[in-house]
């Protein structure tokens, strides 16, 4: 499946526009990286383990939206937009969200 954030797919014509299809995930870091990231914070840097959790909400996100565009016949999914919150008590969880509209090209 073709994904992509502009609203067209160059040499690509769209045939038929199925809907809005979304992906949502909301993935909590624990304790451990909470901590880390603190450090990291004070002295600088990097944090790896915070952005192996955002590589991973969005990851997730992107596969619940294309499985979405699948069951209604989609091949494809233009404009595409991730959005990026943080919930929970203390910003505790990260929501990765993402739509886009499910096409056939």
């Known amino acids: 499946m073709i994904i992509t ?6 040499g690509r014509p769209i045939k038929e526009y ?7 995930t909301i993935i909590g870091a624990n304790f ?6 603190g450090i990291r ?8 383990a915070y952005e192996k959790v955002l590589r ?14 699948e069951a209604l016949g989609a091949n494809a999914i233009v404009g595409i ?4 919150e943080t919930v929970g008590q203390g910003g505790s969880m990260l929501m990765v969200t993402c739509s886009g509209t499910a096409v056939v090209i």
């Open 81 to 84: 937009d991730l959005d990026y």
């Open 32 to 37: 451990l990286k909470d901590f880390l990231a």
């Open 18 to 24: 199925k809907g809005i299809v979304t992906g949502e």
């Open 56 to 69: 991973e909400g969005k990851e997730t996100s992107i596969q619940e939206m294309m499985q979405r565009a």
């Open 41 to 48: 914070d004070f002295i600088g840097g990097r944090s790896a």
């Open 5 to 10: 954030t502009t609203p067209t797919i160059e």
